[in-house]
């Protein structure tokens, strides 16, 4: 995996995470993400920091995909755009409701009440502010939006548009990448704010449509006056039982929405970083580097870094065992969710004020 | 050439305007275009005579291309328009700023200053009312258009659109494509007033795309509730030299902002349906069915019929030589621009009034 991670900074000009944060550190207490490598890549995250050392507006934009339930997987974004929400930024959200019903063909009524009732109600619960925020679905947004997106048709080729997505790329698609060019960019014009600034955290698999963003941003750049977005690499979580996180599969990953009652049997039924005997575990320690467990708990359970690092040395030492550690981390588990769950219901009473419902 | 036309007929479906005529007559009197043949053909045309005999609300939905310079040849669908807004339809009228920009290659700033002060200053000039009236750039109208036009993206396959628009169809042409089809079929929408009969006049050229938007609304029949729309085809004019009217030959085309000098000297010039010989011609007879002057006459500069029976008439019994007959219509022609572009001062002061003009 971190093997994997590493051809992005050799072939694509992704840099090191860890490199910039002794300057963060000057301006802003870093996330846990990224004191824990989570955050693992950036480009230009220079002029994030620079932002944030001047006092110059910046804006960060991500995007959601409306096809199903919303995990911990997902939450990793969000917990990055609350952060930065909270340092002065400016959020932009896309709804990527577009590619939701055109790419994935899920039908719009489907693709709303995702988009509402999973996401933009569970971000709020987890602490999104309605301050300095745009929540809007790709299909119910501004024309100066819709004007860039079909701008963008004439400067992207189809050559290119099979190089990233594979030879069989129809209108659907089409569509969906021009669109996500127009989420990418669209903060930069004085319609939106004008941010020069504008970052957009990412798991690496979306790497490409940033690659591809960058390079409309400089066929663009005398014309709209178009700049290159800064963007933050995360890690992705291993699925519960190993493998990938996927929607899919419920039992590889735990929702937000889950019972905490079916979270805690999920969480004590995941794969660990354990050793086959309890003897040998005692003898060699275990292996949290390895184990879904420990994601949980560094990714979203424990935010302390000491409380997490005891965690670290009693599984390494062979002190805990994973029964002991799983206990724990679903205690915490399902104290998180029963709070989250709380909040949750009095987002979904505020959430048609966040976000502009399309009709149909 | 008339011949081209019969192949319209004969596999796509289309049919002889003049067996609609007695129909219209009875509710309302047909355009001089229309009596005269120039407008040949039509799709569901009865649907606007039922919704005529009803009072049902109707609309016209027609499209320019902000390329260039407005010329009689342009002239004939917008006083096709004006026709129907007399009878009371609301008329929609998409500058395609979009397909002009991303594959015409022209400039924003060309396109934005075509649109406005070439047609549509020309449209109000023409008598145009600004009653039931709504012309949109293509980049600047509302969401509900932008939804429709992403939404198509999902039901058109590249193997369509390569067999319509050729085997390097690419993301303009695409965009440009899916965006006409939201032209045609938005007024359908109960945002844009839930008009159910809607007429596109258009010339034989357009047909392929008006079968295209036939067959998507099929496909968005249950999901949204359109349906086909109902289409006219109009024959084109000849270029004053013989050939095509074109935009890149001025001397084929007389502009309605030509110099009145220069108009009557392009006309003076043109290619009749004259003998080789006036002894010939006093003999024989003109040739007004091959003549570009005639047609200026019977298309645009005389709506009366028995006037235009009498130039006919002098004309085929070799009465009238040509050089007499360009006089007279070189009159008529100086009488209609020079009335024309006083009115065009008047429209140029009210035409921000009349279309939101983008900014960019």
Known sequence: MIREYDKLFKYFGIKPFKDVLPELRKVAEPHHLMRRGIIFGHRDFEKVIDALKTGKKFAILTGLMPSGRMHFGHKMVIDQVIYYQGLGAEIFIAIADIEAYAVRKISREDVINYAVNEYVANYLALGLKRERLHIYFQSNYAKEYYRLLQMFSRKVTMAELRDIYGEDVGPGKIMSVLTQMADILHPQLKHFGGFDVVLVPVG????????????????????????????????????????KMSSSKPESYIAL???????VAKLMKALTGGRPTAAEQRRLGGEPEKCPVYEMLSYHLITDDRELEKVYTRCRSGEMLCGQCKREAAERLRKFLEEHQRRLERARNIVDKVVDIPDF
Chains 1, 2 share one sequence.
């Open 204 to 243: 690496p698999d979306q790497d490409p449509h940033l690659r591809l963003s960058r390079d409309v941003a400089d066929r663009y750049a005398s014309e709209l006056g178009l700049k290159r977005p800064a963007s933050t690499y995360h890690r992705f979580m291993t699925g519960l039982l190993g493998g």
């Open 257 to 263: 929405t889950d019972d905490p009652d079916v979270a």
